[in-house]
């Protein structure tokens, strides 16, 4: 099998949960401290071996372009200035990696934005999805064992973690075989399952492999109540087709499409630093 080599981004939404921030600021640039969500989520594709970005993007997004474009003046600033740990965080991107951008036109859901991939996906080679609002941080690449499984068994795989009973009704909830460590094969997906309708504790998160199958499967499904296509309905083929498996999440993850999950990545890696860890704790105890 070919080696999985791209990854696609979808990056088109409109960010609604973050106005009036995203009138001008795409919420995929939000800031972890000092690094945007979109390039955690590139460094965590580039570091699992992926060499191609196709980013799905929207009209008022060329921030995001901008973002990874090197800036030969401002480099050439700093090294006269002798400030060479700020030229290094002008590297945000390797200069072999390829991006390229599609305009996704109207923002029909996260199936809508993974077809406009097609013609850039070979019909012999999977591809990787990645969702910038989920973040995660985990001390193995979580997106290197979906590839690995992906290529080993040559059918479509996701990743999923254990969801508290409380947020089940969010997600596209898998019914899964027996677990062989941290994999099994999926028999089914219920899309916002009630709890007491839920087949398992495991949502599905923001990291897909995919072969290229999927995207007669997208054609295929119809579209919601919101007049959106929905990945998860394609997923539901691909099972009846060739067979999906999940790999649970070994790692900490962030829903930064939410404030609230936005806040608490924030504080997870501020806690990191031993002196923003002091602030922190200084400040907080105020408060008691």
Request: glycine fraction near 6%; charge should be negative; proline fraction near 6%.
């Amino acid at each position: 099998m070919k080696k999985i080599s791209k990854a696609v981004f979808p990056v088109g939404g409109m960010g609604t949960r973050f106005l009036p921030a995203t009138k001008s600021i795409p919420k995929e640039l939000l800031p972890i401290i000092d690094k945007p969500l979109i390039q955690y989520a590139v460094e965590e594709a580039i570091d699992a071996g992926i060499e191609t970005l196709i980013f799905i993007t929207s009209a008022s997004k060329h921030a995001i372009s901008d973002h990874f474009d090197p800036m030969p003046d401002l480099r050439a600033k700093f090294v006269a200035e002798n400030k060479h740990h700020l030229v290094e965080k002008l590297d945000t991107l390797p200069l072999e990696i390829q991006r390229v951008f599609i305009p996704q036109g109207q923002p029909l859901g996260l199936g809508h934005a993974v077809l406009q991939a097609k013609p850039l996906i070979e019909e012999n080679e999977m591809f990787a999805v990645i969702l910038a609002d989920d973040f995660i941080q985990a001390n193995n690449n979580p997106l290197r064992r979906l590839l690995t499984l992906a290529e080993q068994q040559g059918a479509a795989t996701i990743s999923v973690e254990a969801v508290e009973p409380e947020r089940i009704s969010s997600y596209g909830v898998i019914a899964p075989d027996a677990w062989h460590d941290d994999y099994a094969q999926v028999n089914a997906i219920i899309e916002k399952p009630a709890v007491v309708d839920a087949p398992s504790e495991y949502g599905v998160i923001g990291r897909y492999v995919l072969p290229y199958s999927v995207f007669a499967a997208l054609n295929q499904v119809t579209m919601d109540q919101n007049n959106e296509i929905q990945l998860t309905d394609a997923l539901k083929v691909l099972i009846d087709q060739s067979g999906l498996q999940a790999v649970k999440l070994l790692g900490q993850r962030f829903d930064c499409g939410s404030q609230d999950g936005f806040v608490m990545a924030n504080l997870h890696v501020a806690m990191q630093d031993e002196t923003l860890l002091r602030k922190i704790k200084d400040y907080l105890s105020k408060w008691e």
